[in-house]
Nanobody
Framework: QVQLVESGGGLVQPGGSLRLSCAAS????????IGWFRQAPGKVREGVSSISIGDGKTYYADSVKGRFRISRDHAKNTVYLQMDRLNPENTAVYYCAADFVDRIFAVVRGEATSKYLEAWGPGTQVTVSS
């Protein structure tokens, strides 16, 4: 059974950092991409970043470019999202999702629907506040 579990969320002050983790089980990483999404209260879910597990290719939404960094650890079947210089606008529930590389990248870019993605985690809350 495919399963994703996020962790690492919490309360952080503006300007601070958090590292989110997305632990995957029930499938191999071959040909798979992982995407990070977020949904703030009253807003539509949006794509944040994605990574191809095989070749490490990455994508970042303009709003996080230069502040967030996505990486993967094959041995641990885990993808990370390092978030630096956080601001209150980054407050949201953060989710990771998995699917084939082309599909996950298209969804994160907003070019395809997220409705049919293979797997989602339950989410982790990130709150940026003083």
């Amino acid at each position: 059974q495919v399963q994703l579990v996020e962790s690492g969320g919490g309360l952080v002050q503006p300007g601070g950092s958090l590292r989110l983790s997305c632990a995957a089980s029930g499938f191999t990483f071959d040909g798979v991409g992982i995407g990070w999404f977020r949904q703030a209260p009253g807003k539509v879910r949006e794509g944040v970043s994605s990574i191809s597990i095989g070749d490490g290719k990455t994508y970042y939404a303009d709003s996080v470019k230069g502040r967030f960094r996505i990486s993967r650890d094959h041995a641990k079947n885990t993808v990370y999202l390092q978030m630096d210089r956080l601001n209150p606008e980054n407050t949201a529930v953060y989710y990771c999702a998995a699917d084939f590389v082309d599909r996950i990248f298209a969804v994160v870019r907003g070019e395809a629907t997220s409705k049919y993605l293979e797997a989602w985690g339950p989410g982790t809350q990130v709150t940026v506040s003083s």
